[in-house]
């Protein structure tokens, strides 16, 4: 009780808002809420030491005997902010959907997975333990404007098993490493009025020429059967070369478009040309576009070979681009068709949808497929880089995630290719002590694809009346994590953070584990949405229990060490004013909780197995079990890596993030909202990102994180 105390006094007053910043005004700056426990090297051997050969990869024991220690631990979990877990039933809701807290035979509690999840995470990056549960796939990127400009349209064709790519450049020479240097290689096929329309169109519509010009070619685009001509069809084009209002583009104009070029002939004037290509349309899927694209390649522009190979590397990383496109806007397309609204055309300022993200069967090339591709080497022998569906694309980066996590870093089946028996096994301590399962379970039915663990939660249940935050919080929006934000998830050379570093920057190394900051109390203007508004972009939580609610559960343990006992003690109670985070809203500020280590006791098989009276339980004093067990652990640790425990990284993250109680505000990046440092109900924290191309604003890392960022408009100016 006395740690319960201490904790209390230190907690600020219950609710209250954060200040608006380090000074207020023009000074407002904000904190992050998510920041990273750093690894920790692979650490030195102890032959002599059994504890420190357990904070490595080694056997874990056998579930048939008593090897080691066996008990149960009874803990008091009480709320720090308010908590929310939610229950998969009763969910309720089309778009705008309401969650109601976890209960079990009508009482609140908390499901034993979820404390699980919440101790093995501390567990983990306390020891050093290995990534278990991690995505390594291969990121993508918006690829910059003056590397789009290389791009060079292009045709995938199949004949059996050989892949060839059909270079198409229109009238100008291959260039490889810089844009054509000429005419653009695609024809402009005027089709839509820009949602938002350049500087070259911006004028009044009645003295506008282009815009009547853009008109006339719409129209007879329907006369020539534009609308029933589709995508990829192959067809004949009526061109005139046009110089855009910018001084380096020049291209050719798509006058008429018809399968038959006779009819083409008698339109034909002056300088135009006829030619044959294939129908490119990607659909309006940005606000500044007007044009599709004709793909072609003159008979008299043969200073290039037609086609070259398409390795099945690129083709691929080309699918996987694909699905990357297609899981990136699920929730958008789910969201128009529940609308019954079109996927291909702009529904009000929002563009419409690629035409290869709402379609399945993109996803695999069959062959035919329009596309650009990235070209190396030279104009007479190119060789393909990567391929991509449209000319302003995303591409994938060349290192996977896991391709930046060292050998000890990785998760367990790393290692245990060919493990047959539990002694094969090599597991790392959180692996040993919570359970592993084989992440790609071979087909060889001799080797080991699972261990269960030793360690058992249960529910927590609420103790006494909830105290509860409100009955009806509509919480501000929340997304899903952004690795793609290098400057924030990567570090690079010396681990050092660096705005410019990148997944395949030479030295670039993940930041560690991702872990939500303690925000010291929960800001209702943070995780209310402003103005109460109710859509698909939030949601709703009914019965969310406020802070100083208390719960109790146990923790059953079998044959562990000291020192891995020592680890599941630390990693459950923490260090004095260090909490938990768990459940729903975490960056909201949601979900602070302080775990108390009640009792402990252990089990003696010989007593219990020796007696049909004795049930071989006993007690232990905290005392004996800080210092025979979290002190052992924490020597080990000490001696593994040659530091004391409290100058340890990760450590020192943990702190940080989990027990130093933020002085400004805690909130996600996001741009000034009318004047003022509140957010914007419609959310648009992507205008801070766009803004910090400019300020080039890097994450650092957890402990010398205090200061925060400033608030940034799109163009990069501070509030």
């Known amino acids: 009780m006395a740690k319960k105390k201490r904790y209390k006094a230190k907690r600020n007053k219950k609710h209250s808002p954060k200040s ?81 807290f976890f209960q079990i035979n009508g009482q609140y509690a908390i499901p034993g997975t ?73 024809a402009w096929i005027h089709r839509y009025w820009p949602l938002k329309p350049s500087g070259t169109l911006r004028q009044d519509p009645p003295q506008n020429d282009r815009i009547r010009q853009f008109q006339q070619r719409t129209a007879r685009g329907k006369e020539v059967g534009l609308q029933d001509l589709k995508h990829g069809q192959e067809c004949y084009a009526l061109l005139k070369l046009v110089q855009h209002p910018h001084p380096r583009i020049q291209f050719w104009d798509v006058l008429a478009l018809d399968t038959n070029p006779g009819c083409l002939e008698q339109m034909k004037q002056g300088n135009q040309r006829i ?40 083709r691929r ?46 996803r695999e090339l069959q062959g035919g497929e329009l596309v650009y591709a990235m070209l190396e080497g030279t104009a007479q022998q190119p060789s393909v880089k990567f391929i991509v569906p449209v000319s302003v694309p995303r591409v994938a980066y060349e290192r996977t995630i896991a391709d930046l996590l060292l050998p000890h870093q990785k998760a367990c089946d790393y290692f245990n290719q060919d493990a047959v028996s539990i002694a094969d096994l090599q597991l790392c301590p959180a692996c040993r ?41 509509p919480l501000a929006i929340l997304s899903s994590p952004k690795p793609t934000t290098t400057a924030f998830y990567l570090l690079g050379a010396n681990e050092q953070p660096n705005f410019n570093v990148t997944y395949d920057t030479q030295g670039a190394r993940l930041r560690g584990r991702k872990f939500y900051r303690h925000h010291g109390t929960a800001n209702p203007q943070e995780y209310k949405r402003a103005g109460d508004i109710r859509d698909g972009q939030n949601r709703t939580v009914k019965d969310v229990l406020d802070e100083d609610n208390e719960f109790t559960f146990t923790v059953h343990f079998e044959n562990l060490a000291p020192v891995e006992l020592g680890a599941l003690l630390w990693a459950l109670e923490l260090e004095d004013g260090m909490v938990h985070r768990l459940g ?46 979290v002190e052992a652990f924490k020597s080990a640790m000490q001696w593994r890596y ?46 801070w990102f766009i803004g910090n191309k400019r300020k080039k604003l890097a994450l650092p890392p957890a402990p010398a994180d205090t200061q925060g960022f400033p608030l940034l408009n799109k163009q990069g100016h501070e509030f």
């Open 642 to 687: 040659n530091k004391p425990f409290e100058k340890l990284k990760n450590v020192e993250d943990l702190k940080a993030l989990l027990g130093t109680v933020p002085t400004i505000a805690v909130h996600y990046p996001r741009p000034p909202y009318n004047g003022t440092p509140n957010p914007d109900p419609e959310g648009k924290q992507y205008e």
């Open 433 to 473: 002590v919570f359970g592993w399962v084989h992440q790609g379970a071979p087909e060889d039915p001799n080797v080991r694809v699972a261990y269960a663990g030793r360690v058992s939660f249960s529910h927590a249940i609420l103790q006494g009346e909830p105290k509860k935050l409100g009955e009806d919080t």
């Open 114 to 186: 979820a404390l699980r999840g919440m101790v093995r995470s501390v567990f983990e990056a306390v020891t050093n333990s290995c990534m278990a549960i991690f995505e390594g796939a291969r990121l993508s990127y918006h690829l910059e404007p003056r590397l789009a400009l290389q791009l060079v349209p292009a045709r995938v064709e199949r004949n059996g098993d050989e892949w060839r790519l059909r270079l198409l450049t229109g009238t100008t020479p291959l260039s490889v490493g810089r844009p054509p240097q000429g005419t653009q290689y695609a």
């Open 584 to 629: 729903f809203a975490k960056p909201l500020g949601f979900g602070s909780v302080k775990v108390t280590v009640d009792t402990v006791e252990v089990l003696n098989p010989r007593e219990r197995y020796a007696s049909l009276s004795n049930v071989g339980w006993h007690p232990v004093q905290r005392d004996v079990w800080e210092a025979q067990c």
């Open 275 to 314: 030619e044959k290509g294939w129908l490119c349309i990607t659909n309006q899927n940005i606000e500044p576009k007007h044009s599709e694209r004709f793909f072609f390649r003159a008979a008299d522009n043969d200073g290039h070979p037609e086609t070259i190979e398409l390795p099945e590397k690129v």
């Open 20 to 100: 608006v910043g380090s000074g207020g005004g023009s000074n407002y700056r904000f904190l992050n809420p998510y920041n990273f426990v750093r690894f920790l090297g692979k650490g030195r051997d102890n032959p002599s030491d059994a504890g420190v050969t357990l904070l490595g990869r080694c056997a874990p024991p056998p579930h048939d005997r008593y090897v080691g220690i066996t008990g149960k631990i009874t803990c008091t979990l009480r709320t720090v902010t308010p908590l929310f877990i939610s229950d998969s039933e009763g969910i309720t809701g089309e778009e705008h959907k309401t969650y109601h």
């Open 317 to 362: 990383e080309y699918e996987d681009l694909i699905k990357d496109y297609q899981e990136r806007h699920q929730k958008e397309i789910k969201k128009r068709r529940d609308r019954s609204q079109p996927l291909d055309t702009p529904v009000g300022d929002d563009p419409g949808l690629s035409r290869f993200i709402y379609t399945p069967s993109e």
